[in-house]
């Protein structure tokens, strides 16, 4: 399957992305160009440990 930039991004809700994998604003507009809509495909997974609080306030 194809996804932007052939790689992974992280998908924890966090407020601080200690992996490197963060999906930003800027990685949209990109994304976006690149595939022509906003129907873009990206992989996800989560990278970064949740905080077991803010999960279960959810």
Do not use: L
């Amino acid at each position: 399957m194809i996804s932007y930039k052939d790689r992974t991004f992280c998908a924890s809700e966090v407020d601080d992305h200690n992996c490197s994998r963060e999906f930003t604003k800027q990685d949209a507009i990109d994304a976006e160009k690149w595939w022509g809509s906003k129907d873009f495909p990206v992989a996800w997974a989560k990278f970064c440990k949740e905080d077991k609080e803010d999960s279960e306030n959810d």
